[in-house]
């Protein structure tokens, strides 16, 4: 089975949707197996929903990005259980380059990447780059590797969803959190079920450094002068939705 930690810093809804994927009857039953969670929030809504599940309380750590070198302390729970993946789950901080060196990551994402790009701003840039555009265009739901910067690296799986006519982005994020959870467990399952090839690159001691056959990350933007478009309704989504406590 893959050993998998999953790295978490909202409400941990994939987190949980995941767990039982692994439970028995479940689409990752005897495929993978998370190992141990990583919050970067002490007052998370995701501990406790974890615990309810079952999940030992002493394989839930946390780390506190603003204090001290959060690569010594995510290195030092990762060491500890040696896992195949470390998966981003709504795991708001950069992961440092040592971690991406030594263990093979995952991240959870949808819609455009990079800076500012987390919860209903991702939805809302979506929605308004078609409307400024005039063009419908589905968005991407993705599992992909981690890489030094946000929302960079290649991907595992993809899915492809329509926004509906007439949603609000808050709606259509709703909507679309299923289909999250599912595109992260099917990534999982593909990568345990063997349809992989070696990583030649890996330097980690520990992982099994196997990847699935990877694809580039989707683009919205299919040229510079939509790339400028994009920046900018970027940065009017950054404004319309301060960051969340």
Partial sequence: MLRVVNLIS?????????????????????????????????DSEGIEKAKNKGFSADDIW??????????????????????????QLGWMPLTPLAVIKRYNGLNQHLGAGGKWMYGVRRIYVHMRFCETIKENRPIPV???????????????????????????????????L?????????ALRRLAAGV??????SSSPFAAARVYKAQPVPKIALNPKEE???FEIKKEARDKYPPED
Avoid: W
Avoid at 62 to 87: C, E, I, M, T, W
Avoid at 146 to 152: G, S
Avoid at 196 to 201: A, R
């Fill in 196 to 201: 992989v090839e070696e990583d030649k690159s």
């Fill in 62 to 87: 946390v780390v506190n990005p603003n204090k001290g070198n959060l690569a010594s302390q995510l290195l030092k729970v990762l060491d500890r259980y040696k896992p195949d993946y470390f998966h």
């Fill in 228 to 230: 400028k478009i994009l």
């Fill in 10 to 42: 909202g409400r941990g809804s994939t987190n949980l949707a995941i767990i039982q994927a692994e439970g028995p009857g479940g689409k990752l039953y005897g495929l993978a197996k998370t190992v141990a969670m990583i919050f970067s929030n002490p």
């Fill in 142 to 176: 993705f599992c992909q590797k981690v890489a030094p910067r946000y929302d960079d690296g290649d991907v595992i799986y993809v899915q492809y969803e329509n926004i509906l006519a007439g949603e609000t982005p808050e709606e259509a994020a709703k909507r679309l």
């Fill in 178 to 186: 299923d289909i999250e959870y599912q595109v992260q467990i099917e």
